[in-house]
T-cell receptor, first 114, second 114 residues
Framework: GENVEQHPSTLSVQEGDSAVIKCTYS??????FPWYKQELGKGPQLIID?????GEKKDQRIAVTLNKTAKHFSLHITETQPEDSAVYFC?????????????FGQGTRLTINP | GAVVSQHPSWVICKSGTSVKIECRSL??????MFWYRQFPKQSLMLMAT?????????EQGVEKDKFLINHASLTLSTLTVTSAHPEDSSFYIC??????????FGPGTRLTVL
């Protein structure tokens, strides 16, 4: 089955700097790669996603890149702000029988220092 | 939008009792719903996949007789933790899939078993 590895487990950056979180996946059939932000005591919130037919996607300060050959994808947050502090999870899935079963990475605790 | 709600948001119960958690998709019909559990500082672990009108599919190691799932309609799935014990204390999160777009998460339910 699919296995997703996420690094780093913790990341601390100065406000205004950029943050990069990386994930690798094992199943070449995976075709959907979302990123979630989870604040303490809350459910994960989708912040950006990318499908396997696209190499890069950007939404304001957030971007995701995908390298299918190397089976890795990354989250880039620019001009970080204190409210970006949270735990971020990557995930991968393959559309099987009408349901996309998400496999999550281990999570990255991002701290933005003012 | 795609809003998923969970009820209750938190519950405290005595050991040996059963607890029911509801997951609702408020503004869309969910083709599939998923149940996860998350221990402190850990990632989300998929427990089961739920389709309306059919039996849930449980992940390896998840006891189907202990974690009963009922998917009564395209907008409601329930998870019942039967004969709960302290080791069942966790954060339970559901997610619902829209057609061709997975992973809309609920806010989670924190279960504490005394």
């Amino acid at each position: 089955g699919e296995n997703v590895e996420q690094h780093p487990s913790t990341l601390s950056v100065q406000e205004g700097d950029s943050a990069v979180i990386k994930c690798t996946y094992s199943d070449s059939a995976s075709n959907y790669f979302p990123w979630y932000k989870q604040e303490l005591g809350k459910g994960p919130q989708l912040i950006i996603d990318i499908r396997s037919n696209v190499g890069e996607k950007k939404d304001q300060r957030i971007a995701v890149t995908l390298n299918k050959t190397a089976k890795h994808f990354s989250l880039h947050i620019t001009e970080t702000q204190p409210e970006d502090s949270a735990v971020y999870f990557c995930a991968a899935s393959n559309f099987i029988q009408g349901a996309q079963k998400l496999v999550f990475g281990q999570g990255t605790r991002l701290t933005i220092n003012p | 939008g795609a809003v998923v709600s969970q009820h209750p948001s938190w519950v405290i119960c005595k050991s040996g009792t059963s607890v029911k958690i509801e997951c609702r998709s408020l503004d869309f019909q969910a083709t599939t719903m998923f149940w996860y559990r998350q221990f402190p500082k850990q990632s989300l672990m998929l427990m089961a996949t739920s389709n309306e009108g059919s039996k849930a599919t449980y992940e390896q190691g998840v006891e189907k007789d202990k974690f009963l799932i009922n998917h009564a309609s395209l907008t409601l799935s329930t998870l019942t933790v039967t004969s709960a014990h302290p080791e069942d204390s966790s954060f339970y999160i559901c997610s619902a899939d829209k057609r061709y777009r997975p992973g809309f998460f609920g806010p989670g339910t924190r279960l504490t078993v005394l």
